[in-house]
């Protein structure tokens, strides 16, 4: 990523809310849409993109500020970026996989870019040894490695339970288990993020 893009994104998440949105199914089990559009920054993921969320206000709320595209398909982001669905988004975020080399030069100057090696790098040996972590995963270390934010607050993650038995079986979000994640290892990193910040009230999570 480019510098000058980061301390864009630093300046723009600086002292906010944020709602980070997974793609889970548990969602749909609450009523949180309105919290979720209360913060001051949105950001969801891969195809919540292509699903028309505005279906359900009351669960997942409609405000989307950042996108985070984490699927292993340059072409699908190439796609995205030539239709222009993008162009209301504040940021784009790319983690795990650095496809920049297949974009033309405008649209690599307006994606940040957060690789495996760098999420890493970042935690602790204990998590994610032989399993990929979640772009939900990589996002929040990111925030926390990178933003002077007011507060993280979990939406749509229950760590994998909601799907654990359909595995490979698409939701709501187009979204599924995959078996390079760990149930146990997300589930570990989360609670070892949420325990590090009881009593802040800078990191929340909605079950």
């Known amino acids: 990523m480019t510098r000058k893009l980061l301390l864009k994104f630093q300046e723009y998440c600086k002292d906010k809310t944020i709602a980070v949105v997974g ?4 969602l749909f089990d609450k009523s949180y849409g309105e919290l979720i559009d209360s913060h001051d920054i949105v950001i969801r993921f891969n195809w919540a993109l292509e699903t028309n969320i505005k279906r359900w206000p009351a ?4 405000k989307f500020d950042v996108y985070v595209f984490a699927i292993r398909s340059a072409s699908k982001l190439r796609s995205i970026l030539n239709r222009g669905i993008l162009r209301d988004k504040d940021f784009v975020i790319r983690t795990r996989h650095d496809d920049s080399f297949y974009l033309d030069e405008k649209d690599r100057k307006r994606i940040l870019y957060y690789s495996a090696d760098e999420f890493k790098e970042s935690i602790s040996n204990e998590h994610f040894i032989d399993k990929e972590p979640s772009s939900g995963a ?8 990178c933003v002077d934010f007011k507060s993280i607050s979990l939406f749509g993650f229950d760590f994998f339970e909601s799907s654990k038995n359909r595995p490979m079986e698409s939701n709501e979000f187009k979204s599924f288990f995959f078996n390079a994640h760990s149930k146990e290892n997300e589930s570990h990193f989360f609670k070892s993020l949420i325990s590090e910040y009881e009593g802040t009230g800078k990191f929340k999570h909605y079950k």
Request: proline residues 0%; negative net charge; glycine residues 6%.
């Open 138 to 145: 990589m996002i929040t270390q990111f925030l926390i490695d």
């Open 23 to 26: 793609n889970s199914s548990c």
């Open 59 to 62: 669960n997942v709320g409609t």
